[in-house]
């Protein structure tokens, strides 16, 4: 008899416990099929999600100097006039320094670029290639037939590089609109939404809300330290190689550091070549070593660092953000994915909060102490 029971109990057991994981396997399948349609949706309203990201993103710049104007008794909507201006100034101050400075030395370049080709047509009529100037000239000609043959696919690439920076300066163009209208009337939005939907649930979404707010913050400083880095050191290299135009291609980089991927590279083969036309092929290799090292050490070790410690993620979980908001969305997805990562973890730390108070006070209740109960001295 106490076999049989020992037997029965045993069953119990594993039918609960099957019970048990059928019932979390049908949650984490219906969270995994609500998460997917939720990156559904970003994908259809991409259009929509990336200019809102982009204000928000630019109103955690703009925020501070507008709210110490508005601490002078400036109103809201002066106060996001006046700091979206003078952004737009101190930006279009360093693009037009750039420029300048970049029309100031491209005389200089040309003629180290004729310098430098008139070199590689003796080196070429030398040995190992011994080619003639009919040789060089034949091969130019080839070339030039070669463009001519693809001149279809290079007009259609042009074309949708051209529509893509089109796109580029609208979402531009209306993200500076909302980050305009996030600084001017964001103020009012959380107790809008606590009063939209009620008291109660409002503390819980104001609260992650505000929390959210203060990591974006962290994203972009974290992100401005690391272009700096990158800029001042990739910047030290030109000047010690002697490279021109080492302060806008050390600015370049700056501005390039923001834009994940293809801001860095071109910056990079931007110094690279600007070494190679003026100083040549030795000064040109050595910089390339130095753009290597530089951009490997900040993006492998220096970014995924700060970023963890600004956004309380861990390295590995940064690296693995970015590689999957790559492949989901591109370059925007490589930008937006850590601050949307960071975002997600403060929601789920909120709830681990929530859910550890409930349960503190459910052990209470289950011990005979009732919230709200007073003790009274025995008689």
């Not at 008139?118 to 070429?124: E, N, V, Y």
């Not at 939209?196 to 974290?222: M, N």
């Not at 953000?321 to 403060?346: E, N, Q, R, W």
Request: charged fraction near 10%; proline fraction near 4%; charge should be neutral.
């Amino acid at each position: 008899m106490e076999r049989e029971r020992r037997w029965a109990d045993k069953g119990e057991a594993i039918g609960h416990g099957v019970s048990w994981l059928a019932r979390w396997s049908l949650r984490v399948a219906l969270a995994a099929l609500g998460f997917w349609m939720v990156l559904w949706l970003v994908g259809q309203l991409w259009v929509v999600v990336m200019p809102v990201l982009l204000g928000l993103l630019i109103t955690t710049v703009l925020w501070p100097p507008a709210r110490w104007l508005m601490s002078k008794g400036l109103n809201s909507a002066l106060s996001a006039t006046i700091v979206l201006v003078v952004g737009l100034v101190v930006l279009g101050g360093v693009i037009a320094a750039i420029s300048t400075s970049i029309a100031s030395g491209v005389p200089e370049i040309a003629q180290s670029a004729q310098e430098a080709l008139q070199q590689a047509q003796k080196w070429a009529a030398g040995p190992p290639l011994n080619l003639a100037d009919t040789d060089l000239d034949r091969l130019i000609a080839q070339g030039v037939e070669q463009v001519k043959s693809s001149i279809g696919s290079i007009a259609s690439g042009l074309l949708t590089g051209a529509g893509a920076v089109t796109s580029g300066v609208v979402t531009g163009l209306v993200a500076l609109l909302l980050a305009f209208f996030f600084v001017k009337d964001g103020m009012r939005f959380t107790p809008w939404l606590r009063g939209l939907i009620g008291e109660r649930a409002g503390l819980h979404v104001t609260t992650v809300l505000e929390r959210v707010w203060v990591t974006l913050g962290s994203f972009i400083r974290s992100q401005a330290l690391v272009s700096l880095i990158d800029a001042v050191f990739i910047g030290l290299g030109l000047v010690i190689l002697g490279v021109p135009l080492a302060v806008p291609l050390a600015a370049l980089t700056f501005l390039g550091g923001f834009i994940p991927i293809v801001g860095a590279f071109i910056a990079g083969a931007l110094a690279v070549l600007v070494a190679l036309v003026s100083n040549g092929l030795t000064t040109a290799i050595i910089m390339l070593i130095i753009v290597v090292v530089v951009q490997q050490v900040e993006g492998n070790v220096l970014q995924p660092i700060l970023q963890s410690r600004g956004l309380r993620l861990h390295a590995a979980v940064v690296l693995l953000v970015v590689t999957a908001g790559t492949s989901l969305y591109g370059i925007a997805g490589a930008f937006f994915s850590v601050p949307v990562a960071a975002a997600v973890a403060v929601v789920l730390r909120y709830l681990g909060e929530v859910i550890e108070a409930r349960s503190v006070i459910v052990t209470s209740q289950v011990d005979g102490d009732e919230p709200g109960e007073t003790e009274r001295s025995p008689e």
